[in-house]
């Protein structure tokens, strides 16, 4: 059975730098998609940044040139730099992982970023 864990959230100063990590487990194939979504009490989940497979990258906009998505396709583990930190990026960080047609896809448990002024 696929298992997706994440690590790395925290409490930040405004400004401040984090790097969460997620790894899919239990499973041959490895993981086509990548993303990294977040929730908040005001916002429905939302999708913060994606990597493909070789390696493609798309970031929503408010993020864009402060985090940097990465991969280690023989770990099937994924990284999120996030520098300059805001207090809207405040929230629970969920990994999400897409095998493609081999494998159903798999959520993790999320961990929460907390960025404070």
């Known amino acids: 059975q696929v298992q997706v864990v994440e690590s790395g959230g925290g409490l930040v100063q405004a400004g401040g730098s984090l790097r969460l990590s997620c790894t899919a487990s239990g499973s041959p194939y490895i993981v086509s998609v990548f993303g990294w979504y977040r929730q908040t009490p005001a916002k429905q989940r939302e999708l913060v940044a994606v990597?493909?497979?070789?390696?493609?990258?798309r970031y929503v906009d408010s993020v864009k040139g402060r985090f940097t998505i990465s991969k280690d396709n023989t770990r099937n583990t994924m990284y999120l730099q996030m520098d300059s930190l805001k207090l809207e990026d405040t929230g629970v960080y969920y990994c999400?992982?897409?095998?493609?047609?081999?494998?159903?896809?798999?959520w993790g448990q999320g961990t929460q970023v907390t960025v404070s002024s």
């Open positions: 990597i493909a497979r070789g390696g493609e990258t």
């Open positions: 999400h992982a897409d095998f493609g047609p081999n494998e159903p896809d798999a």
